[in-house]
């Protein structure tokens, strides 16, 4: 090894000097800052996104430095299922995710999924606001899914390659559901032939032929720009999209007590902000899609859309806690 000259050692103990100085802060910000990855599915300028920006702003006024989130827009990290996944093993710390995509590993929750219960968004919203809400909230946190609060993305509806308005026209269509068995059988017993796939690819499997249909949200039907690929939206608003603002496990577990109700109460306030910001949203959607060729057409028949709906009812009321549990929910005021 070379030995150092005096003039070296002295600038080295110089470097490492003003080296030693600077690094306690710099490194006493580091420890103190947290880093979340955070999953959305949609652009910066949607409801899904500034959600977080939202949550973010608020966590760091009450802990300032104590948290640096990394928020991950269009889909980049994956699917709901792909995003979900990584929320269960802790890859990613926080996102959005609908009821449709956790009933996979808590069946109960398709309660929420039923087509047709739900008369309009207050009344989602009472339900999940009472005890129903509360043990979704516990058999989810078991999956290693923190629950801080329900959202209401809207109600979904019907989109075509042409205006379908009697559920008689859905025979022989291949209709893209979500991975779910109930909007499975849902579609299914219309006639049509139902395949998953995750939401990032219906673009292009719509704009391909391998599906004719799907069911979306007015917020992201145009979001996702298919009014391009499916122009029409029959306005059947058979389910009302549940979603929940979740945190991985592993994530929540690690945060002490004060921490948590930060979260807890940015979360909430967050997803208020997020049901204001999806009705807004909703209209600003319509308009656009009308602007690129998109159609709203209305359904006929309604009673016929409700009976199809009605039979699955029966066949996932065993899964839900059974048919006086669907009828007391009908009934909240």
């Given at each position: ?69 990394n928020i991950v ?20 710390q926080a996102s ?124 992201a039907y145009a ?111």
């Amino acid at each position: 090894m070379p030995r150092l000259t005096r003039r070296q050692f002295l600038r080295s103990a110089s470097t490492l000097g003003l080296a030693a100085l600077a690094t306690p802060a710099l490194v006493g910000r580091a420890a103190a800052a947290t880093s979340l990855t955070i999953a959305s599915l949609l652009g910066p300028d949607k409801p899904e996104t500034r959600i977080w920006e939202r949550i973010r702003d608020r966590v760091e006024a009450e802990l300032p430095g104590a948290f640096r989130f990394n928020i991950v827009a269009n889909a980049a990290l994956g699917g709901e299922k792909e995003v979900a996944e990584g929320l269960r093993l802790g890859s990613i710390q926080a996102s959005l995710s609908t009821i449709s995509t956790l009933s996979g590993w808590v069946p109960e929750t398709q309660i929420l999924d039923l087509p047709f219960l739900f008369r309009d968004r207050d009344h989602l919203r009472k339900v999940v606001q009472g005890g129903l809400g509360a043990e979704l909230k516990q058999k989810l946190g078991a999956e290693n899914f923190v629950v801080a609060d329900y959202i209401n993305y809207g109600a979904r509806h019907l989109l075509a390659k042409e205006a379908i308005t009697r559920p008689e026209q859905l025979k022989g269509k291949r209709i893209r559901v979500i991975q779910s068995p109930l909007h499975t059988e849902l579609w299914a017993s219309f006639g049509a032939n139902p395949t998953a796939i995750p939401i990032p690819e219906t673009y292009n499997a719509l704009s391909t032929g391998v599906v004719d249909a799907m069911d979306l949200t007015k917020s992201a039907y145009a979001g996702f720009k298919l009014y391009e690929v499916v122009p029409y939206l029959t306005e059947t608003g058979h389910i009302w999209a549940s979603g929940v603002v979740v945190f991985a496990a592993p994530f929540w577990k690690r945060l002490d007590e004060r921490q948590r109700a930060v979260f807890q109460a940015a979360a909430s306030d967050g997803a208020r902000y997020f049901d204001e910001l999806i009705i807004s949203d909703e209209a600003a959607s319509m308009q656009l899609a009308a602007q690129n060729g998109g159609q709203i057409v209305q359904p006929e028949d309604r009673p016929a859309w409700e009976k199809g709906a009605r039979t699955v009812w029966q066949s996932f009321a065993g899964k839900v806690g059974g048919m006086n549990k669907i009828e007391a929910i009908r009934a909240v005021g």
